[in-house]
């Protein structure tokens, strides 16, 4: 698991642990950890041109250090002070010391067009809102330089806690994080500018630490997580999901749903809508109904609405489903359906997987205010509804209704899943890993991940149907053939 924590939670680690160690010990720790990350993206240090964009902050300190390091190995540098009267003392020392020249902001385009590596040290977990004018340039020519750009601890200019970019912010090809990840690395639009992410232990206690802001599956975590049929099992105990998606119109959201129900860990699918035909042609193993949700006999969780449509036999079944006492998920044309008062009453749980501009509707927002800020949204909508939400995008994020759990973030996804029908696989088989036992947050962020793998194993360009049929693969990748 990668763990997400607070800019006021790092703080109080790291006052914690620096009245233990001695003074300048942590950013040695940080400046030798972003030196070898640098010294691995250049390959040979020796003869090459490092720049450091150094704000007046601990942060520029830390990238001032790096640097020095790396010119004690042969490298040449120059440091861009953004206020030189102000930049950290010993860090601008230590890379004069080792040889490194100075130039203020007006400098920094031309030095940064020569570099082999720009080291962003403009600031860390102490900046607030965008970058300054000043900053801007080098930002803009650090990204069209061929140099290899690292944020140090993260890419200047975003907000370290919620992930949201107000104007300008550097684009790294890696962020260098120190101690912990902070929130902003793993939510977009911040998430989209740190690059590859690493993370230097710095030493802070975890207790100090305390309960993480967000966390981010990883494999091991997904493959835990993954229900497996034991000696005992029969297809009932698996669990039954119930998919009710597809419309005369939109038949096709059905056999979606269905496929990746049929491959997402129930032991069995029961279909209920007007797409019987189509979908026992794709799926002959599925029970198919016709009637309404109430009627079709007992599931473990429901899927309620991809491809749904809006007329009267499209709500009684989201309101007959939202009476079950049953796990049940809401996705597409079943949220502009539902009543919120009907999911607050609920006391199975309930997860609904809107994408932004859904979201949008739910909120009352506009659509550019929920992917600006995606944490906000989907907390949010987890606290009015009292459910479960899985906020999608490229980072899709999975809210719990306890504002003290931590927001779940999915660092599978990839450009390509934005396709037709990718979404009707996602609810079939985040509603299959419901009924298969799977709490409401583990099954909504288990099914990204998966979702996310299965896009990735897909030759491209990928279509729903590829995603659905590439999910066994996924599932072996994740779990390793157990
Ligand atoms: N956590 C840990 O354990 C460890 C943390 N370490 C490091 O410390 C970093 C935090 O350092 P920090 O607190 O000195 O703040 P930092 O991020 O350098 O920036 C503050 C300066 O930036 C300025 N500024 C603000 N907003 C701005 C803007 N929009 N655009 C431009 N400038 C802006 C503001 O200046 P002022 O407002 O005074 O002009 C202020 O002086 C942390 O991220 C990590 O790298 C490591 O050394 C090891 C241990
Ligand atoms: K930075």
Redesign the pocket.
């Known amino acids: 698991m990668r763990y997400g924590h607070s800019v006021a939670a790092?703080r109080r680690a790291?006052g914690a642990l620096m009245a233990r160690v001695a003074e300048g010990a942590?950013?040695q720790r940080?400046a030798a950890g972003l030196a070898a990350v640098g010294a691995d993206l250049l390959g040979r240090v020796y003869g090459a041109r490092v720049v450091v964009l150094a704000?007046?902050?601990?942060?520029?300190?830390?990238a001032l250090f790096a640097a020095a390091r790396l010119l004690r190995r042969g490298a040449s540098g120059t440091a861009v002070l953004?206020?030189p009267e102000r930049a950290h003392a010993e860090g601008l020392a230590a890379f004069r010391a080792a040889g490194g020249r100075v130039t203020g902001a007006e400098g920094g385009p031309a030095a940064i067009a020569r570099a082999d590596l720009v080291l962003d040290g403009?600031?860390?977990?102490?900046?607030?809102?965008?970058?300054?004018p000043e900053?801007e340039p080098l930002a803009e020519a650090a990204h069209e330089a061929r140099a290899a750009v690292v944020a140090?601890?993260?890419p200047s200019?975003v907000d370290a806690d919620t992930g949201e970019v107000q104007g300008a912010a550097v684009r790294a090809d890696a962020t260098v994080t120190?101690?912990t990840y902070k929130p902003g690395l793993l939510v977009d639009p911040a998430a989209e500018h740190a690059g590859a992410l690493r993370l230097v232990e710095?030493g802070?206690d975890p207790a100090e630490l305390g309960p993480p802001e967000l966390e981010a599956l990883q494999h091991a975590d997904v493959a835990a997580l993954l229900p497996r049929p034991t000696g005992e099992s029969d297809k009932y105990r698996r669990g039954v999901v119930g998919v009710v998606a597809g419309s005369e119109r939109y038949p096709g959201a059905a056999v979606l749903a269905v496929s990746s129900a049929v491959r997402g860990g129930a032991g069995a699918v029961r279909y209920v809508g007007p797409g019987g035909t189509a979908v026992l042609a794709q799926h002959p193993e599925t029970l198919v109904s016709d009637g309404s949700p109430r009627g079709a006999g007992r599931v473990q969780a429901w899927v309620v609405g991809p491809g749904l449509g809006d007329d009267a036999r499209a709500r009684t079944a989201v309101e007959e489903v939202l009476q079950a006492p049953v796990p049940a998920l809401v996705d597409a044309d079943g949220l502009r359906l539902l009543s919120p008062e009907a999911v607050r009453r609920r006391e199975a749980p309930t997860l609904l997987t809107p994408h932004a501009g859904e979201a949008a509707a739910l909120l009352g927002w506009s659509r550019e205010d929920v992917e600006a800020g995606r944490l906000r949204a989907v907390r949010e909508l987890a606290a009015r509804f009292g459910a479960t939400v899985l906020l999608k995008g490229s980072t899709t994020l999975v809210a719990d209704p306890d504002p003290a759990v931590p927001v779940r973030a999915n660092p599978t996804g990839t450009s390509w899943l934005a396709t037709a029908g990718s979404g009707d696989v996602l609810s079939g088989l985040a509603g299959s890993l419901l009924a298969a036992g799977l709490p409401a947050r583990d099954a909504g962020s288990t099914a990204a991940y998966l979702h996310g793998i299965a896009a990735r194993l897909s030759t491209p360009p990928l279509t729903a149907p590829d995603l659905a049929a590439a999910l066994p693969a996924a599932w072996q990748n994740v779990s390793g053939g157990a």
């Open positions: 790092v790291e942590l950013m940080a704000g007046s902050g601990a942060n520029g300190g830390d953004l206020s403009i600031t860390g977990i102490g900046g607030k809102g965008g970058l300054r900053a140090v601890d993260l200019g120190f101690g710095i802070l």
